[in-house]
């Protein structure tokens, strides 16, 4: 990011996947944005040379070539991830349905565990049958 307060843009550069983008260090400059007047300028041609030796874009200039036709496909979702809202009547009943299946898989379990102890005891009632 460069400029100054309240007034950024932004360099479109390629960097190592060593270093990070902030570090200062990238191996070339092939534009920039300036978000507030919308004026962006990027060498496509180099842009194409970066992607075809294996240069990962980020996600906003991924949809940004995809605007320019330089990357073909879907744009990709670069707001954040919001959480749903859930209102207080919903909210009880999820935890109140929550409540019986956990209890209703209690329930199946118990049944199990009946099952299995059920077994070794039929078992050695046939053991008795066979000696006698």
Do not use: C
Not at 27 to 45: A, C, S, W, Y
């Amino acid at each position: 990011m460069t400029g100054r307060r309240n007034d950024r843009h932004f360099r479109i550069i390629v960097v190592e996947h060593t270093a990070g983008p902030k570090s200062g260090k990238y191996v070339e400059k092939i534009g920039f944005i300036n978000p507030r007047t919308h004026e962006m300028q990027i060498d496509l041609d180099r842009a194409k040379y970066w992607l075809s030796v294996g240069a990962q874009p980020s996600d906003r200039i991924y949809n940004i070539l995809v605007d320019k036709g330089v990357l073909e496909g879907p744009k990709r979702n670069v707001l954040p991830k919001k959480t749903p809202i859930v209102k207080e009547g919903e909210e009880s009943a999820e935890s109140e349905a929550a409540e019986e299946s956990n209890a209703e898989d209690a329930g199946e379990s118990q049944d199990a565990e009946e099952n299995q102890e059920a077994e070794p005891a039929e078992a050695e009632e046939s053991k008795e049958e066979e000696a006698a």
